[in-house]
Protein backbone atom coordinates (compact mmCIF):
# COMPACT_ATOMS: atom_id res chain seq x y z
CA UNK A 1 0.00 0.00 0.00
CA UNK A 2 1.22 3.17 -1.02
CA UNK A 3 1.59 5.97 1.70
CA UNK A 4 1.25 9.28 -0.11
CA UNK A 5 1.95 12.60 2.19
CA UNK A 6 0.71 15.43 0.67
CA UNK A 7 2.10 18.79 2.61
CA UNK A 8 1.61 22.38 1.50
CA UNK A 9 4.45 24.41 2.64
CA UNK A 10 4.37 28.47 2.28
CA UNK A 11 7.51 29.68 2.92
CA UNK A 12 7.42 33.64 1.96
CA UNK A 13 10.72 34.52 1.23
CA UNK A 14 12.20 38.37 1.06
CA UNK A 15 14.58 40.16 2.76
CA UNK A 16 13.83 40.51 6.74
CA UNK A 17 12.33 43.62 8.60
CA UNK A 18 15.96 44.70 9.41
CA UNK A 19 17.33 44.27 5.75
CA UNK A 20 14.56 47.87 5.32
CA UNK A 21 16.84 49.80 6.96
CA UNK A 22 19.99 48.70 5.63
CA UNK A 23 21.73 51.59 2.92
CA UNK A 24 20.73 51.68 -0.83
CA UNK A 25 24.74 51.04 -1.11
CA UNK A 26 24.40 48.06 0.86
CA UNK A 27 21.33 46.82 -1.49
CA UNK A 28 23.60 47.19 -4.37
CA UNK A 29 26.20 45.09 -3.14
CA UNK A 30 24.11 42.22 -1.85
CA UNK A 31 22.21 41.83 -4.85
CA UNK A 32 25.67 40.48 -6.53
CA UNK A 33 25.40 38.24 -3.52
CA UNK A 34 22.38 37.11 -2.28
CA UNK A 35 21.15 34.03 -0.33
CA UNK A 36 18.51 31.86 -2.02
CA UNK A 37 15.81 30.11 -0.35
CA UNK A 38 15.54 26.85 -0.08
CA UNK A 39 12.59 25.64 -2.02
CA UNK A 40 10.07 24.52 -0.35
CA UNK A 41 8.94 20.72 -1.56
CA UNK A 42 12.84 19.81 -0.89
CA UNK A 43 12.66 20.61 2.20
CA UNK A 44 9.85 19.14 3.23
CA UNK A 45 10.88 15.67 2.45
CA UNK A 46 14.33 16.59 4.02
CA UNK A 47 16.08 16.04 0.04
CA UNK A 48 18.51 17.46 -1.80
CA UNK A 49 17.89 16.46 -5.28
CA UNK A 50 20.66 16.16 -7.53
CA UNK A 51 18.45 16.31 -10.71
CA UNK A 52 15.77 19.32 -10.41
CA UNK A 53 13.78 19.97 -13.45
CA UNK A 54 13.06 23.25 -14.25
CA UNK A 55 11.08 23.75 -17.55
CA UNK A 56 11.10 26.89 -19.59
CA UNK A 57 8.44 26.78 -21.37
CA UNK A 58 4.92 25.07 -21.52
CA UNK A 59 5.77 22.23 -23.96
CA UNK A 60 8.77 21.19 -21.59
CA UNK A 61 5.84 21.09 -18.78
CA UNK A 62 3.46 18.95 -20.60
CA UNK A 63 6.19 16.41 -21.81
CA UNK A 64 7.40 16.12 -17.94
CA UNK A 65 3.48 15.77 -16.93
CA UNK A 66 3.35 13.13 -19.71
CA UNK A 67 5.87 10.92 -18.08
CA UNK A 68 3.79 10.61 -15.21
CA UNK A 69 1.38 8.51 -17.44
CA UNK A 70 1.22 4.66 -18.56
CA UNK A 71 -1.70 3.03 -20.53
CA UNK A 72 -3.87 5.70 -19.30
CA UNK A 73 -3.34 6.01 -15.86
CA UNK A 74 -1.08 8.21 -13.56
CA UNK A 75 1.58 6.75 -11.66
CA UNK A 76 3.72 8.38 -8.70
CA UNK A 77 7.04 8.18 -9.85
CA UNK A 78 10.20 6.73 -7.27
CA UNK A 79 12.23 10.17 -6.90
CA UNK A 80 11.14 13.41 -8.76
CA UNK A 81 12.05 16.79 -8.40
CA UNK A 82 10.88 19.90 -10.12
CA UNK A 83 10.10 23.45 -9.77
CA UNK A 84 7.70 25.78 -12.27
CA UNK A 85 7.37 29.26 -12.72
CA UNK A 86 3.69 29.17 -14.02
CA UNK A 87 3.06 32.75 -15.04
CA UNK A 88 7.41 32.68 -16.40
CA UNK A 89 5.89 30.38 -18.55
CA UNK A 90 2.73 31.56 -19.14
CA UNK A 91 3.70 35.33 -20.34
CA UNK A 92 7.05 34.96 -22.07
CA UNK A 93 5.44 38.48 -24.00
CA UNK A 94 6.31 40.65 -21.02
CA UNK A 95 8.74 43.69 -21.95
CA UNK A 96 11.42 44.25 -19.44
CA UNK A 97 9.27 48.14 -18.66
CA UNK A 98 5.95 46.09 -17.89
CA UNK A 99 7.82 43.84 -15.81
CA UNK A 100 9.36 47.47 -13.74
CA UNK A 101 6.05 48.68 -13.74
CA UNK A 102 3.14 46.45 -12.89
CA UNK A 103 3.91 45.40 -8.91
CA UNK A 104 1.24 42.88 -9.06
CA UNK A 105 2.78 40.87 -12.03
CA UNK A 106 5.78 41.02 -10.81
CA UNK A 107 4.72 39.16 -7.62
CA UNK A 108 3.30 36.58 -9.62
CA UNK A 109 6.18 36.03 -12.37
CA UNK A 110 8.30 35.43 -9.61
CA UNK A 111 6.02 32.73 -7.80
CA UNK A 112 7.42 29.01 -7.99
CA UNK A 113 5.40 26.16 -7.60
CA UNK A 114 7.76 22.95 -6.95
CA UNK A 115 7.08 18.78 -6.04
CA UNK A 116 9.12 16.25 -4.93
CA UNK A 117 8.87 12.65 -4.76
CA UNK A 118 10.72 9.92 -2.38
CA UNK A 119 11.05 6.82 -1.70
CA UNK A 120 11.21 5.64 1.86
CA UNK A 121 10.65 1.97 0.93
CA UNK A 122 9.21 -0.68 -0.96
CA UNK A 123 5.43 0.45 -0.16
CA UNK A 124 6.19 3.99 0.96
CA UNK A 125 6.13 7.07 -1.06
CA UNK A 126 6.50 10.68 -0.22
CA UNK A 127 5.19 13.06 -2.18
CA UNK A 128 5.12 16.77 -1.50
CA UNK A 129 4.34 20.18 -3.06
CA UNK A 130 5.52 23.87 -2.06
CA UNK A 131 5.18 27.21 -3.32
CA UNK A 132 7.76 30.33 -2.65
CA UNK A 133 7.10 34.01 -3.28
CA UNK A 134 8.61 37.25 -2.73
CA UNK A 135 6.52 39.97 -1.01
CA UNK A 136 9.56 42.38 -0.54
CA UNK A 137 12.38 41.86 -3.17
CA UNK A 138 14.75 44.43 -2.83
CA UNK A 139 17.24 42.75 -4.43
CA UNK A 140 15.91 42.60 -7.79
CA UNK A 141 18.80 44.34 -9.82
CA UNK A 142 15.85 44.69 -12.97
CA UNK A 143 13.98 47.47 -10.91
CA UNK A 144 17.25 49.35 -10.12
CA UNK A 145 17.62 51.63 -13.23
CA UNK A 146 20.77 53.25 -12.29
CA UNK A 147 22.13 49.76 -11.54
CA UNK A 148 20.88 48.78 -15.25
CA UNK A 149 22.53 51.55 -17.07
CA UNK A 150 25.85 50.82 -15.25
CA UNK A 151 26.18 47.27 -14.90
CA UNK A 152 24.11 46.24 -18.04
CA UNK A 153 22.79 49.14 -20.94
CA UNK A 154 25.93 51.10 -20.97
CA UNK A 155 28.20 48.36 -22.14
CA UNK A 156 25.72 47.28 -24.36
CA UNK A 157 25.48 50.34 -25.74
CA UNK A 158 29.09 50.78 -25.97
CA UNK A 159 29.56 47.31 -27.81
CA UNK A 160 26.27 48.03 -30.13
CA UNK A 161 27.90 51.29 -31.40
CA UNK A 162 31.32 49.42 -32.42
CA UNK A 163 28.91 46.36 -33.91
CA UNK A 164 27.15 49.20 -35.71
CA UNK A 165 30.31 50.57 -36.84
CA UNK A 166 32.36 47.77 -38.00
CA UNK A 167 29.37 46.80 -40.04
CA UNK A 168 28.92 49.64 -42.13
CA UNK A 169 32.71 49.92 -42.61
CA UNK A 170 32.75 46.30 -44.15
CA UNK A 171 29.48 46.49 -45.94
CA UNK A 172 31.04 49.60 -47.52
CA UNK A 173 34.26 48.29 -48.29
CA UNK A 174 33.76 44.83 -49.66
CA UNK A 175 29.88 46.03 -51.16
CA UNK A 176 27.91 42.93 -49.25
CA UNK A 177 24.41 43.47 -49.18
CA UNK A 178 23.25 44.34 -45.51
CA UNK A 179 21.15 40.63 -45.74
CA UNK A 180 24.39 39.17 -47.00
CA UNK A 181 26.41 40.61 -44.07
CA UNK A 182 23.93 38.48 -41.80
CA UNK A 183 23.91 35.48 -43.51
CA UNK A 184 27.65 34.91 -44.11
CA UNK A 185 29.97 38.03 -43.78
CA UNK A 186 29.52 38.43 -39.68
CA UNK A 187 31.43 35.33 -39.08
CA UNK A 188 34.23 36.52 -41.88
CA UNK A 189 37.78 37.03 -40.70
CA UNK A 190 38.01 40.80 -42.47
CA UNK A 191 34.78 41.78 -39.99
CA UNK A 192 36.34 40.56 -36.81
CA UNK A 193 39.53 42.25 -37.53
CA UNK A 194 37.73 45.99 -38.29
CA UNK A 195 35.70 45.05 -35.43
CA UNK A 196 39.16 43.99 -32.85
CA UNK A 197 40.68 47.09 -34.64
CA UNK A 198 37.80 49.80 -33.47
CA UNK A 199 37.76 48.15 -30.39
CA UNK A 200 41.97 48.87 -29.55
CA UNK A 201 41.12 52.49 -30.90
CA UNK A 202 38.22 52.95 -28.37
CA UNK A 203 40.09 51.51 -25.62
CA UNK A 204 43.23 54.20 -26.72
CA UNK A 205 40.70 56.88 -26.74
CA UNK A 206 39.52 56.62 -22.96
CA UNK B 1 20.90 36.46 -52.68
CA UNK B 2 19.25 36.44 -49.48
CA UNK B 3 15.52 38.18 -49.39
CA UNK B 4 13.96 40.02 -46.58
CA UNK B 5 10.00 40.19 -45.44
CA UNK B 6 8.54 42.84 -48.21
CA UNK B 7 5.90 45.36 -46.18
CA UNK B 8 3.47 47.18 -49.23
CA UNK B 9 2.59 50.95 -48.40
CA UNK B 10 0.71 53.47 -50.68
CA UNK B 11 3.23 55.82 -52.21
CA UNK B 12 0.46 58.43 -52.20
CA UNK B 13 -0.53 58.08 -48.87
CA UNK B 14 0.20 59.02 -45.19
CA UNK B 15 3.89 59.54 -43.82
CA UNK B 16 5.66 55.91 -42.71
CA UNK B 17 7.20 55.48 -39.70
CA UNK B 18 8.32 52.35 -37.57
CA UNK B 19 8.39 51.03 -34.12
CA UNK B 20 10.41 48.54 -32.25
CA UNK B 21 9.16 46.42 -29.76
CA UNK B 22 11.25 44.30 -27.34
CA UNK B 23 9.41 41.31 -25.33
CA UNK B 24 10.92 39.29 -22.90
CA UNK B 25 13.20 39.84 -19.71
CA UNK B 26 16.32 41.22 -21.29
CA UNK B 27 17.92 43.96 -22.05
CA UNK B 28 18.24 45.06 -25.55
CA UNK B 29 20.39 47.54 -27.60
CA UNK B 30 19.36 48.14 -30.74
CA UNK B 31 20.92 50.02 -34.28
CA UNK B 32 18.05 50.54 -36.96
CA UNK B 33 19.44 51.66 -40.06
CA UNK B 34 17.25 52.41 -43.40
CA UNK B 35 19.45 50.71 -46.38
CA UNK B 36 18.85 52.06 -49.46
CA UNK B 37 16.92 50.66 -52.38
CA UNK B 38 19.54 48.77 -54.28
CA UNK B 39 22.15 50.81 -52.97
CA UNK B 40 24.55 50.47 -49.37
CA UNK B 41 23.77 53.75 -48.99
CA UNK B 42 22.53 54.54 -45.23
CA UNK B 43 19.68 56.82 -45.47
CA UNK B 44 18.93 57.29 -41.76
CA UNK B 45 20.21 55.51 -38.43
CA UNK B 46 18.98 55.58 -34.84
CA UNK B 47 20.87 53.80 -31.73
CA UNK B 48 18.36 53.22 -28.51
CA UNK B 49 17.64 50.35 -25.95
CA UNK B 50 15.23 48.83 -24.43
CA UNK B 51 15.51 50.77 -21.00
CA UNK B 52 12.36 52.77 -22.02
CA UNK B 53 9.77 51.67 -24.28
CA UNK B 54 8.35 55.21 -25.42
CA UNK B 55 11.37 56.34 -27.26
CA UNK B 56 11.94 53.65 -29.59
CA UNK B 57 9.46 55.28 -32.82
CA UNK B 58 10.79 56.76 -35.70
CA UNK B 59 9.50 58.92 -38.50
CA UNK B 60 10.43 57.69 -42.09
CA UNK B 61 11.79 60.49 -44.79
CA UNK B 62 9.66 62.72 -47.03
CA UNK B 63 8.28 62.70 -49.22
CA UNK B 64 6.43 59.06 -48.51
CA UNK B 65 7.76 57.72 -52.01
CA UNK B 66 11.27 57.52 -52.05
CA UNK B 67 10.85 54.91 -49.33
CA UNK B 68 10.09 52.21 -52.34
CA UNK B 69 13.11 49.67 -52.05
CA UNK B 70 14.40 50.91 -49.15
CA UNK B 71 15.56 47.98 -46.50
CA UNK B 72 14.74 48.66 -42.74
CA UNK B 73 17.43 46.43 -40.31
CA UNK B 74 16.94 46.40 -36.62
CA UNK B 75 20.47 44.81 -35.08
CA UNK B 76 19.87 44.30 -31.68
CA UNK B 77 22.22 42.71 -28.89
CA UNK B 78 20.31 40.93 -26.55
CA UNK B 79 21.10 40.38 -22.63
CA UNK B 80 19.57 37.93 -20.62
CA UNK B 81 18.35 39.60 -17.48
CA UNK B 82 16.16 36.42 -16.02
CA UNK B 83 16.14 32.47 -15.75
CA UNK B 84 15.93 31.00 -19.33
CA UNK B 85 13.36 32.21 -21.30
CA UNK B 86 12.22 33.74 -24.78
CA UNK B 87 11.85 37.21 -26.00
CA UNK B 88 10.20 38.14 -29.47
CA UNK B 89 11.43 41.25 -31.32
CA UNK B 90 9.58 43.15 -33.38
CA UNK B 91 9.45 45.80 -36.14
CA UNK B 92 6.60 47.48 -37.10
CA UNK B 93 5.89 49.45 -39.90
CA UNK B 94 2.97 51.80 -39.55
CA UNK B 95 1.46 54.52 -42.54
CA UNK B 96 -0.09 57.26 -40.47
CA UNK B 97 -1.43 55.58 -37.49
CA UNK B 98 -2.30 51.88 -39.59
CA UNK B 99 -0.43 49.20 -39.15
CA UNK B 100 0.68 47.73 -42.60
CA UNK B 101 3.05 45.31 -41.44
CA UNK B 102 5.29 43.48 -38.98
CA UNK B 103 8.59 41.23 -39.14
CA UNK B 104 9.70 39.82 -35.97
CA UNK B 105 12.28 37.43 -34.66
CA UNK B 106 11.46 35.13 -31.26
CA UNK B 107 14.22 32.90 -29.35
CA UNK B 108 15.56 32.00 -26.50
CA UNK B 109 18.34 33.41 -23.86
CA UNK B 110 20.34 32.22 -21.36
CA UNK B 111 20.64 33.86 -17.89
CA UNK B 112 23.33 36.56 -18.62
CA UNK B 113 23.78 35.21 -22.40
CA UNK B 114 24.59 38.17 -24.86
CA UNK B 115 23.77 37.69 -28.31
CA UNK B 116 23.25 39.57 -31.88
CA UNK B 117 20.23 39.59 -33.77
CA UNK B 118 19.35 41.05 -37.09
CA UNK B 119 15.83 41.71 -38.82
CA UNK B 120 15.06 42.41 -41.77
CA UNK B 121 12.30 44.53 -44.07
CA UNK B 122 11.96 45.81 -46.97
CA UNK B 123 9.63 48.48 -48.44
CA UNK B 124 7.74 48.14 -51.40
CA UNK B 125 4.69 49.73 -53.15
CA UNK B 126 2.22 47.84 -55.76
CA UNK B 127 3.28 48.10 -59.05
CA UNK B 128 -0.22 48.23 -60.98
CA UNK B 129 0.94 48.84 -64.22
Request: a negative charge; proline letters at 4%.
Given at each position: ?148 K?NIFNALDDSMKLLSTAQKIFIKQTNTSPIDFRDSAVTSTYYKFILDSLYKKEKLNR | ?26 GASYAFTLW????NDVIMEKKGN ?23 ELSTLLK ?34 TKQSF ?11
Open positions: MKKIILLLWIIVTGLQLHAQIIADSLISIQRLNIAVPGIPAFQALGIEPGNILRPSDIKSVALMVSEFQSNGSFFLPSAFAAEIAPVMLASPSVSLNEYREKKFFRFLYKTRLSMATSTEDEIVRNMTGGIRFAIIDKGDFKMDTAFLE | MANAKNIIFQKDGQPLNVNFVFKGIIGAKTNLNDDDDHYDLPLPVDSNTGRLIGLDEKGKYKITIEVYQGDQLIGTEEEIGSIEPGEIYARLATLNLA
